[in-house]
Every structure is written in structure tokens, then in C-alpha cells.
């Protein structure tokens, strides 16, 4: 069964710095998202993207966030200076079309922030 | 989206039925009922969804009634591997369905017990 990949499982890193969360959709797959969810709280959106820009964004999506897809078949999402309220699991997430369908989510990336 | 209301937890014995249920009273006629699951802090996996009528897959049932205002997602036989957090999605206003956005809430525990 396809899936979505995500890399790495677990990143740590210090706080001001950059890190990129990767991520490889289902192939045929139109439409991407990145999700977070802080530890013991709810999946809260980031951001959707279709068609190489950004379809719609979250508050919590601010300039510090960025998205790319920088080839046919990557999917990232970049934090430019990291702060510690950023260490959460990130997941990352495809689908076909966006009504009457299914969205597919990776397994997640938790980031730490120390 | 509409919102939607559900138990924050909920018990089942192994090999019983788990009935799930959820609110949604101000559910719009064009938006869905969507069913994911959240198996301790991996990406959550669709389940099933449905408009007006009762759906079946591979994995659970959907009752949805004629009013549209609930729904009970239908777990036939669960099992150990069940025990998740189960969210239920009001989904396909113009808006999130243009973007695919899903906005998860609390959800409900279901603790499958031997």
C-alpha cells in the first residue's frame, strides 16, 4: 500500500537554529499539508499546498516557516530559526483531490528544541 | 466547518462492538462526516466518511442519522490494537474543502480492554 514517508523520525536541535522536515507523498498525489501536534494536545493545521504555492496557511504558520517542493516528489517544511515552543511532532500529509477523499499522513517527525 | 462533540473517552471490551458517537447539529449539507484515528502519537489513518448515508469498509461502519446532526462510527469486533484516540470531522464547507484542510478536535480515547 502507498504511504507517505517522512525524514528524520526524531530531530533535535538548538533553538535559533534552521531545520527542514522532509517528506515524500503518494506519488499521484496533488495536494500536500503539514500538521503539528504538541505533546498532549491536539493535531492543529500549518499549512496546504497545491500546485507549487501555498493553498492556504494557519496563524501559527508565520514567516519563520517556510514550504518547498523541490522536486517531483519531496514535500518540506523548513523552521528558520527555532524556538522551543516549536518541539512538537510534525506530520506531513497528501491527498488526491480535497473533497470526498481521503488524507494521508506520514508517521511524523518529532522535533525537539533544547 | 461545523463543529463537532464528542465523549473524551470511552471503554470496550475485546471482540465487542465499539460504537463511537458524535455530534454535529450544525453540520451543513454539503459537508461530510469524516473518521480518523490517532494510535499513540503516529500520523493519524483515515478511516471512513460519509454524506447521508451509512457507509461500510474494510474497517468500520458509519451510521449517520437522517437528520444529519450525529453519527456513530461502528468498531464490529474490537481489538487490543483499536485502543487510539478516534476523531470525528465535519469537512467540505467551501472554504476547508478547497484547501483540504481538516481541523481535528480532542477526539474520543477508546481503551479496548482483554
Known amino acids: 500500500e502507498p504511504e507517505v514517508t517522512q525524514t528524520p523520525s526524531h530531530q533535535v536541535t538548538q533553538m535559533g537554529q534552521e531545520v527542514i522536515l522532509r517528506c515524500v507523498p503518494i506519488s499521484n498525489h496533488l495536494y500536500f499539508y503539514w500538521y503539528r501536534q504538541i505533546l498532549g494536545q491536539k493535531v492543529e493545521f500549518l499549512v496546504s499546498f497545491y500546485n507549487n504555492e501555498i493553498s492556504e496557511k494557519s496563524e501559527i504558520f508565520d514567516d519563520q516557516f517556510s514550504v518547498e517542493r523541490p522536486d517531483g516528489s519531496n514535500f518540506t517544511l523548513k523552521i528558520r530559526s527555532t524556538k522551543l515552543e516549536d518541539s512538537a511532532m510534525y506530520f506531513c500529509a497528501s491527498s488526491e483531490e480535497t473533497k470526498n477523499t481521503e488524507a494521508f499522513f506520514g508517521q511524523g517527525t518529532r522535533l525537539t528544541v533544547v | 466547518d461545523a463543529k463537532t462533540t464528542q465523549p473524551t473517552s470511552m471503554d470496550c471490551a475485546e471482540g465487542r462492538a465499539a460504537n463511537l458517537p458524535c455530534n454535529h447539529s450544525?453540520?451543513?449539507?454539503?459537508?461530510?462526516v469524516y473518521w480518523y484515528r490517532q494510535i499513540h502519537s503516529q500520523g493519524p489513518q483515515y478511516i471512513i466518511h460519509?454524506?447521508?448515508n451509512n457507509e461500510t469498509n474494510e474497517m468500520a461502519s458509519l451510521i449517520i442519522t437522517e437528520d444529519r446532526k450525529s453519527s456513530t462510527l461502528i468498531l464490529p469486533h474490537a481489538t487490543l490494537r483499536d485502543t487510539a484516540v478516534y476523531y470525528c470531522?465535519?469537512?467540505?464547507?467551501?472554504?476547508?474543502?478547497?484547501?483540504?484542510?481538516?481541523?481535528f478536535g480532542q477526539g474520543t480515547t477508546l481503551q479496548v480492554k482483554p
Open positions: 460519509g454524506l447521508k
Open positions: 450544525t453540520i451543513s449539507g454539503n459537508e461530510y
Open positions: 470531522i465535519a469537512f467540505g464547507a467551501h472554504g476547508s474543502s478547497n484547501t483540504g484542510k481538516l481541523i
